[in-house]
């Protein structure tokens, strides 16, 4: 077997790193619902699909201007993500871990129909944010939508931190992260903290979504393997810790392309490999449970 | 807060079931034909995968289905005795089409089967269908349904084996001899690779690298980019939309410039659709259906294509597509064959298996003992798309 020469692993990693910044993206999503409730919301990874299929509707279909059809996705998905919550969680808040989180297969399998009816089941086209000429780099060729990913990305990481580390409401969503009674005690209405995790898990969903449909496309069922991916990720990174999240999705990108490279019928087989691996040596992931007792 | 609760999840059942019901009313009333025929029905049944992700394939199969239907009794029946078609959706699921094939057989004693839409669902009834000894007449592609040759089942798409015999044509004609594969992780993409890596080298074109993705894979830079790396003069890509699309505009991204070479799986409005620009110079292999106008005039496939064509776009106002053609293949051949056998099932499948020169929209159909396909590599001509649209390769 050849090895890669320089110019291709760059190319491998520059592709693993877009990737990976998205697997990061739906992570972080799951570790908020895990952080606020305790459970894995196994319909983020529709949150993602809807980002992506809102948002080619609203610009391929009404000829929306780009950044209006993502802001469209990212806060018709947080609604959704806050509805879920509250038609769905809510009623059975009193139920057990496991009753909930069947109850978010149940909402997946529900959305993913919902998708496939409104959207239907062939996939659909979104064009570039901006341009489709590639840039080259030492070698390696990227798209400006790779950019986008990137930078989008960032810029959402660090507008999460300022939210978590110094405003209030991050603070009480923290508090109620540690210890949700303790957080009931001092004021905090932990009810409504556990609805605004949801409604940022769908916004960071459905903002994935919408940034990686122009070089994925959208389709209805489009969230079973990056959900998939995403846990995978948030797994690995450690679940219930959002810098273990972004690391792991990362991480597992850049795996994930470099796996490709040597052998690309492994690709899709590194991340429950992964998975596996972690739960078997080290079930509190790369960096521990940050936020639980 | 308990009551708010209960008050929205019924609200929202009550939204859901209303946009449902307005959903189900806009489907097509059906539209009386004209009845000339009498007597007692020819009764046959139909499998499509007419809802669940390959709904893209059974729906235009059961439209050309039903629309064959009036066509054959609008024109005097089968023997003077209308046809009647009970359709059954396997929504893709191959535990799903058995049952259907069940209810057909044992509860519609139906006389022959048409379909199922995919391979998989195809072989889940094989079994049944043998044991029941009921002709079958699928519309899925893959091999296996027909090899080894099986008493009671037929089928009327041409296979990858043909899309592959015929790339290898278009190679030679190229000067083509060193190709990367690049398949997908589906059924359909694995038998191609088999098809490719027994073919290919035999026919003295070496396959330099065979690359795999998943179906729902968002990138394939990283095998193209391997791809790259290696002597290959074309990329072979089997697979079925999205992932060629994604190829096509991944091969753009990295300024690769050798031609993408796609399987018949690729041969529809929504490879176009969502590959865009990049669907350009893409080269397949595929039915004379999307290139009709541009056939030879005096080609034997012409008259039925476009037959099809106008009757299919009159009545539902959009393209008839290879897929309903796969089943128009079917429905006549079951005609045909009941024409001339009547009622009796094993009669039925002894015509079917000695019809000749049946011209479909799928090619000119020969069947014999062995071969319960019909077709050869020429039911492909090969094609190129060309400012967005299909152009015939000659």
Redesign the interface.
Known sequence: M?L??AA?LL??LI??L??GS?YAMIALGFTLIHNATGIVNFAQGEFVAFGALIAISCSTTLGLPMPLAVLIAVAGVALLGAALE??AI??ARRASVITLIIITIGASIFLRGIA??VWG?????M?YFSG?E?I?IGG????PQHLWIVGIVLVTMAALWVLGEKTQVGKAMRACAVDRDAAQLVGIPASRMVMLSFALSGMLGGLAGAI?CP???G?W??G???GLKGFAAAILGGMGNPVGAVLGGVLLGILE??G??FW??L??AIAFAVMLIVLLARPSGLLGARGRQ | MRSPTRMLVVLTALLAGLVWAVGCGEQPAEQPGPQPVTGDPYVIGAMFAITGDASSLGIPEKETAEMLEQMINGDGGINGRPLKIVIEDTTGDNAEALKAARRLVEGNDVLLVVGPSRTGTTMAAVEYMEGAEVPLISCAAGIDIVEPAKKWIFKTPQTDRMAIEKIIEYMAGQNITRVASLSDSTGFGKSGLREIEKLMPAAGIRVVTKEEYGPKDTSMETQLTKIRGTNAQAVVCWGTPPGPAIVAKNLRQLGMDIPLICSHGVANETFLKIAGDAANDVVLPAGRLIVVDQIDADDPQRPVLEEYAQEFSKRYGKSADTFGGHAWDAVKLAALAMGQAGEDREAIRDAIESTTDFIGTGGVFNYSAEDHNGLTKDAFVMVKVVDGKWKLAR
């Open positions: 050849n890669p020469d291709q190319q491998y592709s693993g877009t990737l998205v509250r038609a809510r009623p496939m009816w089941s062939d996939a659909l086209p064009r489709d590639p080259g390696a060729s990227i798209l990686v070089l994925a496309m389709q069922d489009m079973i393997t990056l392309s470099l490709a490279g690309s019928g690709k899709n």
